[in-house]
Nanobody, 121 residues
Framework: QVQLVESGGGLVQAGGSLRLSCSVS??????MGWFRQAPGKEREFVAA??????SYADSVKGRFTISRDNAKNTVYLQMNSLKPEDTAVYYC??????????????????WGQGTQVTVSS
């Protein structure tokens, strides 16, 4: 049974950092992604990693870094220089294909339960 479990969320002041983790069990995946959803807003793409490379939303480029530890079957999202507008529930996602960069949430069949990130001003 596939499970994705996020951790590492919390409350941080603007300018601070957090590292989110997503531990994957059950199988390995070619593509992993991070998405977020703020209250009253639609889910949006944050970052993705696949055999083809990595990609970031313009709003987080230069501040967030996605990385993978294949030995631990875990994907991370290092978030630096956090802003109040980064406040959201963050979800990790997984897809079998490792080709291309998947930015559409509909391309990911597997999702974690989400972890809350709150950035205070």
């Amino acid at each position: 049974q596939v499970q994705l479990v996020e951790s590492g969320g919390g409350l941080v002041q603007a300018g601070g950092s957090l590292r989110l983790s997503c531990s994957v069990s059950g199988r390995t995946f070619g593509s992993m992604g991070w998405f977020r959803q703020a209250p009253g807003k639609e889910r949006e793409f944050v970052a993705a990693s696949s055999w083809s490379g990595t990609s970031y939303a313009d709003s987080v480029k230069g501040r967030f870094t996605i990385s993978r530890d294949n030995a631990k079957n875990t994907v991370y999202l290092q978030m630096n220089s956090l802003k109040p507008e980064d406040t959201a529930v963050y979800y990790c996602s997984a897809a079998s294909t490792g080709w291309g960069i998947l930015k559409d949430g509909g391309a990911y069949p597997y999702w974690g339960q989400g972890t809350q990130v709150t950035v205070s001003s």
